[in-house]
């Protein structure tokens, strides 16, 4: 199963930008495709965005369409998930998660198609 850590999170005024990063270990990484999750105090775990095996398929939460961009680069083993245009109800605790079927069209959007979660990492956005 794949390990991961999340880092890169933080304190930040609305409408300033962070960029979260989650490096991968145990198994080949390229094989998943990746997605960002975040769960708000009292909320659900909800999902953010995906990205398939190669980086050529993405997809995003309505909520965060137009301001945060998922991308990975396989040779770091690494996803990353940078934040622009933050929002005080973007405030949640961000996790990475891998998906073992890397080459789906569509991406899943349910947490229960992911594995390997990570620790998770807070974002705080101050109005």
């Known amino acids: 199963q794949v390990q991961l850590v999340e880092s890169g999170g933080g304190l930040v005024q609305a409408g300033g930008s962070l960029r979260l990063s989650c490096v991968a270990s145990g198994r080949t990484f390229s094989r998943y495709a990746m997605g960002w999750f975040r769960q708000a105090p009292g909320k659900e775990r909800e999902f953010v965005a995906a990205?398939?095996?190669?980086?050529?398929?993405?997809s995003y939460a309505d909520s965060v369409k137009g301001r945060f961009t998922i991308s990975r680069d396989n040779a770091k083993s690494a996803v990353f998930l940078q934040m622009n245009t933050l929002k005080p109800e973007d405030t949640a605790v961000y996790y990475c998660?891998?998906?073992?079927?890397?080459?789906?069209?569509?991406?899943?959007?349910?947490?229960?198609?992911?594995?390997?979660w990570g620790q998770g990492t807070q974002v705080t956005v101050s109005s």
């Open positions: 990205i398939n095996w190669s980086g050529t398929v993405t």
């Open positions: 998660a891998a998906d073992s079927i890397g080459f789906r069209v569509v991406l899943p959007v349910s947490s229960v198609e992911y594995e390997g």
